[in-house]
């Protein structure tokens, strides 16, 4: 399958984004999740979601960034609000095709997008 992320740009701190995912392919994708990785540090998830719709938020977004997805359309969406400068970072989005749910874990995801950069300016 092949991913192709959306929607990363320039906004000021308080703004809001939203990110867009497509799933290109027939395969079933099971979870989905967006992780991100800033200048000179290491990727980490920010939020995923199971094809039933559980999701798991890092905490430092929980609250501020929602996470849905559409199995129809294969797509999976990231509504990041009251965004701050240090949610700056490329963002890419990843799926899995196995049962199991490993949020967190970026070596259990099987596919992964071109990646979609973000920049807060405070």
């Known amino acids: 399958v092949q991913l192709q992320a959306f929607g990363g740009g320039a906004v000021q701190a308080g703004g809001s984004l939203t990110l867009r995912c497509e799933a290109i392919?027939?395969?079933?994708?099971?979870?989905m999740g967006w992780f991100r990785q800033g200048t000179g540090k290491q990727r980490e998830m920010v939020a995923a979601?199971?094809?039933?719709?559980?999701?798991n938020y890092a905490d430092s977004v929980q609250g501020r960034f929602i996470i849905s997805r559409n199995n129809a359309k294969n797509m999976v969406y990231l509504q990041m609000n009251n965004l701050k400068p240090e949610d700056t970072a490329v963002y890419y989005c990843?799926?899995?095709?196995?049962?199991?749910?490993?949020?967190?874990?970026?070596?259990?995801?099987?596919?992964w997008g071109q990646g979609t950069k973000v920049t807060v300016s405070s």
């Open positions: 990843a799926a899995q095709y196995g049962t199991n749910f490993y949020a967190r874990d970026s070596r259990k995801y099987d596919s």
């Open positions: 392919g027939g395969v079933v994708i099971n979870s």
């Open positions: 979601i199971t094809r039933g719709g559980s999701t």
